[in-house]
């Protein structure tokens, strides 16, 4: 696995319907307040990877982040014409956790969403390293 100082040197990944932070943002907000809340917790944060990928009105995505040597994951999904509103809520992770569930899970699989991210995320965490 990567080191923290490794990860934080490595830019940012954006799949899918996401282009940057300001988007990523945007679609898990609910007005501009929580756009401004959601803006402040990322402070300092290095985003790893962020995807967002949708198909036939539902969607999934899930974002990966490190922010002062801690781990944090959000995942949200909707269907019909909802969308991630609301679903900002970060959950500390380890990369061992994360690798455990790339390889034995469904995690960035494409069983887990349209838009696979399994590859990306695997190298981002430096899984594949010595």
């Avoid at 940012?12 to 756009?35: H, P, Q």
């Avoid at 969308?83 to 699989?109: D, F």
């Avoid at 349209?114 to 899984?127: D, K, R, V, W």
Wanted: aromatic content about 10%; proline content about 2%.
């Amino acid at each position: 696995m990567k080191t923290i100082a490794a990860i934080r040197k490595t830019p940012s990944i954006y799949l899918s319907c996401w282009t940057g932070k300001e988007d990523m943002i945007c679609d898990f907000a609910n007005d501009k307040r929580e756009v401004m809340l959601i803006a402040q917790e990322l402070l300092g944060a290095h985003i790893i990877l962020a995807t967002y990928g949708f198909e036939d009105y539902s969607g999934s995505a899930f974002v990966l982040y490190e922010k002062a040597g801690v781990f944090y994951e959000v995942t949200g999904g909707h269907c019909s014409c909802y969308g991630l509103e609301g679903q900002w809520k970060p959950e500390a992770t380890t990369l061992n956790a994360i690798a455990h569930r790339i390889v034995k899970g469904s995690l960035g699989h494409a069983d887990y969403e349209t838009s696979p991210f399994a590859e990306e995320l695997a190298n981002a965490i430096g899984m594949l390293e010595d």
